[in-house]
C-alpha cells in the first residue's frame, strides 16, 4: 500500500466514525455542554484531565474556554490537571502516580464544579481515582472514553455523562474526542452568548 492510500485510508475511517457515532452521541454532547454551562453560571470552574494524547486534549479544552474558541467572550474559568510538572512529579514521588489527579481535584474541586475525565480505555488508573475525588468533592462528571467505557465508565453516578466513543481503535476514538471538545466549546459559547446568526 503507497503512503497517499493510507493517508486516504485514515481520513475516509475518521469520516466514517464520526459520522456512525454522531446519532448516540450528540445527545450526550448537549447534556454535557448544559452541565457545565449550569457550572459557569452558578460561579464554578472546569477541570480536566487525561494522560498522553488526552493530556492534551485536557489542556486544549482548558485553553479553549480560558481565551476563546471562535468568538470573543469574556475568560471562563477551566483549569487542566496535566499541565504543573513540578505538582505532577511531586505527588508521584512522594505518594503515587495513581493519585495525581486525586489530590489536585481534592485541593482545588468544589461542590458544583465538573470533572472533564478522558481516558481513551476508561481504565486509567489515575483518572478513574480523579473521578472518585470528584465525587466525594460533590462535583459532577463528563466522561470521554471509548472501547465499551471500561473501569472508568462503571464509576460514574447517573447524573454524570458517559460520551463513550463507540469503537476500539485509538486513533479514532481521540479524533471523536477532540471534535467532541469543540463541540462543547461552541455549544458552551452558544449557551452564554446565544446562537450566531
Same mark, same amino acid.
Given at each position: 500500500m503507497d503512503t497517499i492510500h493510507r493517508i486516504r485510508a485514515h481520513f475516509s475511517e475518521s469520516a466514517q466514525v464520526k459520522l456512525a457515532a454522531v446519532d448516540a452521541l450528540a445527545p450526550l454532547i448537549a447534556r454535557a455542554a448544559t452541565?457545565?454551562?449550569?457550572?459557569?453560571l452558578a460561579d464554578g470552574k472546569l477541570l480536566a484531565c487525561g494522560n498522553g494524547g488526552s493530556a492534551s486534549d485536557a489542556q486544549h479544552f482548558a485553553a479553549e474556554l480560558v481565551g476563546r474558541f471562535e468568538r470573543e467572550r469574556p475568560e471562563l474559568p477551566a483549569i487542566s490537571l496535566s499541565t504543573d510538572t513540578s505538582l505532577l512529579t511531586a505527588i508521584a514521588n512522594d505518594y503515587d502516580f495513581s493519585q495525581v489527579f486525586a489530590k489536585q481535584v481534592r485541593a482545588l474541586g468544589r461542590a458544583g464544579d465538573v470533572l472533564l475525565a478522558i481516558s481513551t480505555s476508561g481504565n486509567s488508573g489515575n483518572v478513574c481515582a480523579g473521578v472518585a475525588a470528584a465525587h466525594e468533592r460533590e462535583m459532577s462528571i463528563v466522561a470521554l472514553t471509548g472501547k465499551g467505557g471500561g473501569r472508568l465508565g462503571?464509576?460514574?453516578?447517573? *447524573?454524570?455523562?458517559?460520551?463513550?466513543?463507540?469503537? *476500539?481503535?485509538?486513533a479514532r476514538i481521540q479524533e471523536v474526542h477532540i471534535l467532541t471538545i469543540h463541540c462543547l466549546c461552541d455549544a458552551i459559547d452558544a449557551n452564554l452568548l446565544g446562537d450566531e446568526t
Amino acid at each position: 500500500m503507497d503512503t497517499i492510500h493510507r493517508i486516504r485510508a485514515h481520513f475516509s475511517e475518521s469520516a466514517q466514525v464520526k459520522l456512525a457515532a454522531v446519532d448516540a452521541l450528540a445527545p450526550l454532547i448537549a447534556r454535557a455542554a448544559t452541565m457545565m454551562t449550569d457550572c459557569l453560571l452558578a460561579d464554578g470552574k472546569l477541570l480536566a484531565c487525561g494522560n498522553g494524547g488526552s493530556a492534551s486534549d485536557a489542556q486544549h479544552f482548558a485553553a479553549e474556554l480560558v481565551g476563546r474558541f471562535e468568538r470573543e467572550r469574556p475568560e471562563l474559568p477551566a483549569i487542566s490537571l496535566s499541565t504543573d510538572t513540578s505538582l505532577l512529579t511531586a505527588i508521584a514521588n512522594d505518594y503515587d502516580f495513581s493519585q495525581v489527579f486525586a489530590k489536585q481535584v481534592r485541593a482545588l474541586g468544589r461542590a458544583g464544579d465538573v470533572l472533564l475525565a478522558i481516558s481513551t480505555s476508561g481504565n486509567s488508573g489515575n483518572v478513574c481515582a480523579g473521578v472518585a475525588a470528584a465525587h466525594e468533592r460533590e462535583m459532577s462528571i463528563v466522561a470521554l472514553t471509548g472501547k465499551g467505557g471500561g473501569r472508568l465508565g462503571e464509576l460514574l453516578a447517573p *447524573a454524570d455523562v458517559h460520551i463513550c466513543v463507540p469503537h *476500539a481503535v485509538t486513533a479514532r476514538i481521540q479524533e471523536v474526542h477532540i471534535l467532541t471538545i469543540h463541540c462543547l466549546c461552541d455549544a458552551i459559547d452558544a449557551n452564554l452568548l446565544g446562537d450566531e446568526t
